[in-house]
């Protein structure tokens, strides 16, 4: 495959086609552009582990949440792309997301991992976390995004799939990750995820070729 084409078209011809729309306080918003599933090449043990993203949902009163993950994966089920993300009981995102089917899930460069640190240590139920760590949130078809990230993932939930104690065979983690301080009964949800719509932001391309 040609890499350097996005359906028929050069890169900088999609930086030709693309203007940006004007977001919140005429601040000029990222152009984002389609990018093909068949495309996109990962390492798929290190693209949350390492990279991390951020999973945003909305809030239900016209704003939005994002929650830092580095658990999660890529891969088919019920012959569907799909994500799986793991979220604690305890979360903010969990709440939101028990009441809603859409979401994004948004990757970074390196230059925010300390933004994502912060949203990811932060409770989003009384504050605007997104504001406080000066991201941006876009909306496309009803589902919120950061406008900083450069790769997006507009998905529909599937599945959610709460884990109980009983499911988990290795006594080592249930005891690491479900009975040790604040983490104690609070378990995960897994979600499983349809992925619908990959997005580039085609003002850094050259994180992909």
């Known amino acids: 495959m040609n890499r350097t084409l996005i359906y028929g078209y050069k890169i ?12 919140p306080g005429g601040r000029v918003m990222h152009a984002f552009q389609p990018y093909p599933l068949d495309f996109f090449e990962t390492h798929p043990f290190e693209k949350f582990d390492k990279q991390w993203a951020e999973v945003v949902v909305s809030d239900g009163k016209g704003g939005a949440n994002a929650m830092t993950v580095s658990w999660g994966a890529f891969g088919t089920i019920w012959n569907k792309p799909c994500v799986t993300l793991y979220v604690r009981e305890s979360r ?4 939101l997301l028990e009441n809603t089917d859409k979401l994004s899930i948004n990757f970074f460069s390196e230059d925010y991992k300390q933004a994502l640190k912060f949203l990811g240590t932060v409770s989003g139920r009384n504050e605007n976390k997104i504001q406080e760590a000066r991201l941006h ?10 406008d900083e990230a450069n790769l997006l993932f507009f998905c529909r939930k599937l599945s959610a799939t709460p884990i109980t104690a009983s499911q988990i065979l290795d006594e080592d983690i249930l005891n690491a ?3 040790t301080g604040k983490k104690e009964g609070d378990f995960h949800t897994m979600y499983i995820c349809v992925h619908h719509l990959l997005l580039l932001n085609m003002m850094q391309p050259e994180l992909f070729f």
């Open 137 to 146: 949130v876009g909306l496309d078809d009803e589902i919120p995004y950061i």
């Open 12 to 23: 900088s011809q999609c930086l030709d086609m693309i203007i940006p729309d004007s977001g």
């Open 92 to 95: 903010y995102t969990h709440d």
């Open 177 to 179: 990750q479900y009975k």
